[in-house]
């Protein structure tokens, strides 16, 4: 799904419904391209980094020194949305969020799929960047917006995921319950934190970002998004495994396992959610609820499974 930067429409009817994807990475190879916006020209005023140098000055036991820093780049993105009729089209703010710059249709995207709002590649029409941190998602005429349940009280931040969802019965309508489903070894998952930390390039620059992937029911990582943001992170990847078929065994995280992620890998029916960190009492609760396999504390020699264990092997 490309971004582009014209701010019409490509489409206006049912008959020109379509989803277009432009390889990216090795991602590509195995089925999740990547719709990136462009990249801005170098040192550009104004346009949004993923990452931004710093000259600080580092205390320690050696002494006091002067030196430059890579720190994570943070930026306010404003979603909005154009759907209805063809002839009556609106526009309706979706979110603003603090994300990292880069992949910012993935999130849109993402962030589409677990509001409920977009079921298959084709409800999207275009992406549209409007500036260089304004995104605008050009809608299916047929796709229904519910703009009373879209508000929300505030910004979210990038540590927000629900933003005013209000109970667990919610939540759990929302979701697509799992039945069944592959299943992995466990000695695949004790090999996911290293693996994962040789995918992200921007955390070695960093260390300040937040990691979700992919992963088959062989292991193997199918493609791995980051962000300042633990849902940002979740929402880029899923935005950008929906033209990609079916959603692979495992979503695997390298921070703890909050309820909104975990809502966010039961909408789209992954059955294994695995995480470096401790899950919360609801997130527990939730994956019971709704026949997720959850799994957190995960090591090279050690993890706990939380709910539905039948999907972890021996």
């Not at 079921?119 to 229904?144: F, S």
């Not at 633990?230 to 495994?241: E, F, M, T």
């Not at 990609?244 to 039961?266: H, I, M, N, T």
């Not at 609760?285 to 499974?305: C, S």
Request: one cysteine or more; a neutral charge; hydrophobic letters at 45%.
């Amino acid at each position: 799904m490309p971004v582009t930067l014209d701010q019409s429409e490509t489409a206006s009817g049912p008959s020109a419904r379509g989803f277009f994807v432009s390889p990216v990475g090795p991602a590509a190879a195995a089925g999740y391209n990547s719709p990136v916006t462009p990249p801005p020209a170098p040192d550009a005023p104004g346009s949004p980094l993923a990452c931004r140098g710093f000259d600080i000055v580092e205390v320690s036991a050696a002494g006091w020194r002067t030196r430059p820093d890579a720190l994570v780049g943070e930026e306010p993105l404003l979603i909005e949305l154009r759907h209805g009729p063809p002839r009556d089209r609106r526009r309706t703010p979706l979110a603003v969020t603090l994300r990292t710059p880069g992949d910012d249709a993935d999130l849109a995207t993402g962030m589409l799929v677990t509001e409920g709002i977009v079921r298959t590649p084709r409800d999207i029409l275009a992406l549209v960047a409007v500036e260089a941190n304004i995104l605008r998602v050009d809608l299916h005429p047929d796709v229904t917006v519910d703009e009373v349940r879209l508000r929300r009280h505030g910004a979210m931040s990038s540590a927000c995921g629900l933003c005013g969802k209000t109970s667990l019965d919610a939540i759990e309508a929302e979701c697509a319950t799992p039945a069944g489903g592959p299943t992995i070894a466990a000695a695949l998952l004790h090999a996911l934190p290293a693996k994962l930390r040789d995918r992200q390039d921007l955390f070695r620059r960093t260390g300040g970002l937040h990691a979700a992937a992919f992963v088959g029911p062989d292991g193997e990582i199918v493609a791995v998004r980051e962000d300042v943001g633990r849902h940002n992170a979740v929402d880029k990847l899923l935005g950008a495994g929906l033209a990609g078929g079916p959603f692979p065994a495992v979503l695997f995280v390298s921070g703890r396992a909050g309820l909104e992620l975990v809502q966010k890998a039961a909408v789209v029916g992954v059955p294994i959610f695995a995480a470096v960190g401790a899950p919360s009492s609801l997130a527990v609760e939730l994956a019971r609820r709704v026949g997720t396999t959850l799994v957190g504390f995960v090591r090279a020699d050690r993890f706990n499974i939380y709910s539905h264990p039948e999907r972890i092997l021996p």
